[in-house]
């Protein structure tokens, strides 16, 4: 197969290139930086030097090269974004999730691509009620923090215009990566946190992540260009864990100090409410869809493992 990788050079895109050339497929990847095109290529794709936001080049793009997929993993996440204003530091990604995505979709519809898959993510959309793991069904968050209404905006953005695409549209709900090139890798942002002793438990450390280690994520993304039905599927790993869990795991796990336990009062002005959420209140993600269309065996089932085994 013919694969048209937009955001090529990307945390996922990096590990989800290669797997595809060992596949098989003839790939192109798009990138803005003539230095990350020599990596595309020493991959064994083709590197395809753009700016996702110019409508004419990714025309031009696809024209050219005919694809039979296109795979949408188009992010801008500085390395130092904090998380405190999720909107300002996302503000690039968003409008890659908005308009990007309706330029390539667009791209799809002109040169008659039979088959788009997007990037989605799963770590923080859900209502905050019912039981603490959710489902493709369920509900997304209504009522955002203010500072994260656009990127939740966007998310919805992209799972709803590849739904209503006139092509088999798959959207990949990621969990929160972790592995090599991610800021839950060796010299990741979040890895400094935990070492510097800067990672606390907030409150009562309650809220659900659903993590994917980063070769997992390549792997079944692959299945999934590859094949399988339209439609929406959450790309995690199956061991959902509230944060009183993971975060002592993760200092054990590389050596650094025991977190701090904090009250959320005193660190909402530091942190602000979307990490206060993160921390507190936000569900998990079952993956049973996706393991039930695919045959998707997950290096590692559990991030338990992948953090003592998987952080690069």
């Known amino acids: 197969m013919r694969v048209f990788v937009a955001g090529a050079t ?5 590990r989800l ?3 595809l050339v060992a596949r098989g497929h003839t790939v192109a990847g798009t990138t803005r930086s003539a230095a990350k095109a020599g990596r595309l290529e020493g991959a064994g794709a083709r590197a395809v030097g753009l700016d996702a936001l110019d409508a ?3 025309h031009a793009a696809v024209e050219e090269f005919k694809p039979d997929v296109i795979v949408h993993q188009l992010t801008a996440i500085a390395p130092d974004a904090t998380l405190r204003r ?14 990007g995505t309706d330029i390539l979709l667009a791209a799809a519809r002109a040169f008659g691509v039979p088959r788009f898959v997007a990037q989605s993510f799963a770590g923080w959309p859900f209502a905050a009620t019912g039981g603490p793991v959710k489902t493709e069904a369920d509900p997304l968050e209504p009522n955002p923090p203010a500072s994260a209404r656009e990127t939740l905006s966007a998310i919805r953005h992209v799972e709803d215009a590849v739904a209503m695409a006139p092509m088999d549209g798959l959207v990949l709900r990621y969990g929160a990566f972790y592995g090599p090139g991610t800021s839950l890798g060796r010299g990741g942002a979040i890895l400094e946190l935990a070492q510097r002793r800067q990672m606390p438990v907030v409150g009562g450390g309650g809220g659900i992540w ?3 280690h980063i070769d997992d994520a390549a792997a079944l993304t692959v299945l999934a260009v590859e094949g399988g039905a339209p439609g929406l599927y959450q790309v995690v790993d199956d061991d959902p864990a509230p944060v009183r869990e993971w975060v002592p795991y993760l200092a054990k796990a590389v050596g650094a100090p025991e977190p701090r336990h904090l009250p959320a009062w005193l660190v909402r002005p530091m942190l ?5 959420r993160s921390m507190t209140r936000i569900r998990g993600a079952s993956n049973a869809k996706a393991k039930a269309e695919w045959d998707w065996q997950l290096r590692y089932p559990s991030w338990r493992e992948g953090f003592r085994h998987g952080l690069g």
């Open 17 to 19: 290139v290669p797997a």
């Open 56 to 58: 004419a080049a990714v």
């Open 86 to 99: 999720i909107d300002r530091d996302f503000a690039e990604t968003n409008r890659l999730r908005t308009r």
């Open 272 to 276: 602000g409410e979307y990490l206060i």
């Open 10 to 14: 990307g945390a996922i895109g990096q």
């Open 210 to 212: 659903s993590f994917i």
